[in-house]
Each structure stands twice: as C-alpha cells, then as structure tokens.
C-alpha cells in the first residue's frame, strides 16, 4: 500500500497539530498503522501505533498524554493529533503501515513495518 503523510509545518511550542496518513489503495483496513519520527542527526523512531480494528493502541514515553492515534477505516486514513508540543517533538514524521491477519495487535518494531509513506515536517519553535 502507498502510503501519504500530511500535515507538518512551523508552529510555535504549546500549539497543536494534525497529521494525516491516506493511503492509495482500499486495503487499509488490513493494515496496523504506525508513526514514527526523525530528528536531524537521529535515528527513526516510535511514535505510535494502532491495530487493525483501531481497538489498541500505543505511544512512546515521549508523547503519551499529548498524541493521539486514530484511524477512519471509511476514509482509509490514519490521523496523529498532536498537542502541547515541545521543541523536541521537531522531526520529520513518517506514517508506516504492516500487513497483517491479527486485528487487534498494534506493532512497536520499525522493522515490522512494510509500507513507508514520505515524511512531514514538524517544526516546533520555542
């Protein structure tokens, strides 16, 4: 599946965002969906995750009780909301999707995932 992140700009810290994650193709819902972002100079990494059925989800110690995961499987897409952000939420943000039969398991690993969406750009100003 192809997948195509929106959503990024310059806000300023404390301001809210939302990312937006509409694949190409209507197979979605076989799809657990995940976030990740990347830092200048840093390696990819978890943001959030959700299940197939969007019945569990999971966020990184850094986000939790500030991001929401959600997905529309009507609408194909998967959202990030973004509130209270901080200058280090600054990142590329990428959306990831894995296949799969299981639908209530959210994935964690950046290695599970095999559709990668092009990157937002999140700039949080202080």
């Known amino acids: 599946v192809q997948l195509q992140a929106s959503g990024g700009g310059l806000v300023q810290a404390g301001d809210s965002l939302r990312l937006s994650c509409g694949p190409s193709r209507r197979t979605f819902g076989s799809y657990a969906m995940g976030w990740f972002r990347q830092a200048l100079g840093k390696e990819r990494e978890f943001v959030a995750a959700?299940?197939?059925?969007?019945?569990?989800?999971s966020y990184s110690d850094s986000v939790k009780g500030r991001f929401t995961i959600s997905r529309d499987n009507a609408k194909i897409s998967t959202y990030l909301q973004m509130n209270s952000l901080k200058p280090e939420d600054t990142a590329v943000y990428y959306c990831?999707?894995?296949?799969?039969?299981?639908?209530?398991?959210?994935?964690?690993?950046?290695?599970?995932?095999?559709?990668w969406g092009q990157g937002t750009l999140v700039t949080v100003s202080s």
């Open positions: 959700i299940s197939q059925n969007g019945g569990t989800t």
């Open positions: 990831a999707g894995k296949r799969t039969m299981i639908s209530g398991n959210y994935y964690l690993d950046i290695n599970e995932y095999d559709s």
